[in-house]
């Protein structure tokens, strides 16, 4: 395997001293780019996820085209609900759908647990050929969704605003859903020490609804499974948990062994880092619809993020996914900015 060329992010994450920090995107394989939406014009999603040379070829067009320094795999959070056998369909602008959802202790016991290895074979192959393909070139991450974000697809069967049948099952049958996301946290561990030996360079834990748990119900129903799956996959690889929204959770999570913490915009910096007591590497929190800014505006703001920052244990990233209506001239001004950062 090559050496990389490029390991800033993995510096970063080790606290070594940095000269600008590395700047990568959330969510920057697919939606915004016209190589992409082409692509998807040929192959329904599960095509593009499923067939390791498409998933190559749309992971590697944000470094080729947008420059950033490191790839993410493209794949998507609700694989591993599909490998525990329900079925999930995505139908194009309408977000995913699991008609089948979770509602019994029998609904549970149903659930595979065994053969994630094997239906998942083809993102272990994927990631392998990005490997290659990328020659050393930047990192690449590797990632999972958290077990609270999987079971509130799982339950709910659809996106929602309020998450309230997942908080239903929770709130009425905690027993039940401590079984279900026991059963999340042990297949995510597995599947993310498979992603770290088929290549992965790092990991993140996508907690895209954690911040809509008070902080109590955190504590109960999402931080002690991601604390277990950074205990058990950071030996393996560093891992960077994203507990979109729950700020709150920072001081006990910055002494978890996650490597890093990503952070969304709700919080400043200055705020994250006293939070965190200056412990550990932060990745954000650029508000993704500044992307629609003026580009002057853009790299005046992203200088003063860095500025707030620092520029050592700092990951610069969007506080959550890019959205598919950016300009790719105004994703690029964003990674230029932190590169001309001095
Ligand atoms: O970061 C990357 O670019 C890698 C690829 C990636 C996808 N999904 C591809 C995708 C990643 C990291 C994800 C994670 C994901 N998926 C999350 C966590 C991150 C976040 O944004 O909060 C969540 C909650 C999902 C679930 C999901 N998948 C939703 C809600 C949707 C529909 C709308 C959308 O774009 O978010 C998807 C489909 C999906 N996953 C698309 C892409 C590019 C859009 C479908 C398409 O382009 O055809």
């Given at each position: 395997?090559?050496?990389?060329?490029?390991?800033?992010?993995?510096?970063?994450?080790?606290?070594?001293?940095?000269?600008?920090?590395?700047?990568?995107?959330?969510?920057?394989?697919g939606r915004y780019l016209p190589d992409y939406i082409k692509l998807r014009e040929k192959y329904d999603f599960f095509t593009?996820?499923?067939?390791?040379?498409?998933?190559?070829?749309?992971?590697?067009?944000?470094?080729?085209?947008?420059?950033?320094?490191?790839?993410?795999?493209?794949?998507?959070i609700l694989v591993i609900p599909q490998a525990m056998g329900l079925t999930v369909l995505l139908e194009e602008n309408k977000g995913p759908v699991l008609p089948n959802v979770i509602k019994t202790k029998e609904d549970i016991d149903a659930l595979n647990c065994?053969?994630?290895?094997?239906?998942?074979?083809y993102v272990y192959k994927a990631l392998k050929l990005i490997k290659q393909?990328?020659?050393?070139?930047?990192?690449?991450i590797g990632f999972a969704g958290a077990p609270w974000t999987l079971l509130c697809y799982m339950v709910e069967g659809k996106g929602s605003k309020t998450w309230d049948k997942a908080k239903q099952f929770c709130f009425t049958q905690p027993e039940l859903?401590?079984?279900?996301?026991?059963?999340?946290?042990?297949?995510?561990?597995?599947?993310?020490?498979?992603?770290?030996?088929?290549g992965a360079d790092l990991v993140q834990v996508f907690d895209s609804w954690s911040g809509m748990l008070s902080p109590?119900?955190?504590?109960?129903?999402?931080?002690?499974?991601?604390?277990?799956?950074?205990?058990?996959?950071?030996?393996?690889?560093?891992?960077?948990?994203?507990?979109?929204?729950?700020?709150?959770?920072?001081?006990?999570?910055?002494?978890?062994?996650?490597?890093?913490?990503?952070?969304?915009?709700?919080?400043?910096?200055?705020?994250?880092?006293?939070?965190?007591?200056?412990?550990?590497?932060?990745?954000?929190?650029?508000?993704?619809?500044?992307?629609?800014?003026?580009?002057?505006?853009i790299k005046k703001e992203v200088k003063e993020m860095i500025d707030a920052f620092g520029v050592n244990r700092y990951i610069a990233n969007l506080g959550h996914g890019?959205?598919?209506?950016?300009?790719?001239?105004?994703?690029?001004?964003?990674?230029?900015?932190v590169k001309e950062y001095a």
């Open positions: 395997m090559s050496e990389l060329k490029n390991d800033l992010i993995l510096k970063a994450l080790k606290g070594e001293k940095m000269s600008r920090p590395p700047v990568w995107m959330m969510r920057q394989a593009r996820v499923q067939t390791p040379e498409l998933a190559c070829e749309i992971t590697l067009q944000p470094v080729d085209q947008v420059g950033v320094d490191a790839a993410i795999l493209f794949s998507d065994t053969e994630v290895d094997e239906s998942l074979n393909e990328l020659n050393g070139r930047v990192p690449l859903a401590h079984s279900l996301l026991q059963k999340i946290t042990d297949i995510t561990i597995l599947y993310l020490k498979a992603q770290v030996n088929a109590a119900d955190f504590k109960l129903f999402a931080q002690p499974y991601l604390v277990q799956i950074a205990d058990a996959v950071s030996s393996h690889a560093p891992v960077i948990l994203f507990p979109k929204g729950s700020w709150y959770a920072l001081p006990d999570l910055s002494k978890s062994s996650a490597a890093g913490l990503g952070i969304d915009w709700s919080i400043t910096p200055e705020m994250a880092r006293s939070m965190t007591n200056n412990s550990i590497t932060l990745q954000g929190n650029f508000d993704p619809s500044k992307l629609l800014a003026p580009i002057p505006q890019i959205m598919p209506n950016i300009p790719v001239d105004h994703a690029r001004a964003f990674v230029d900015a």
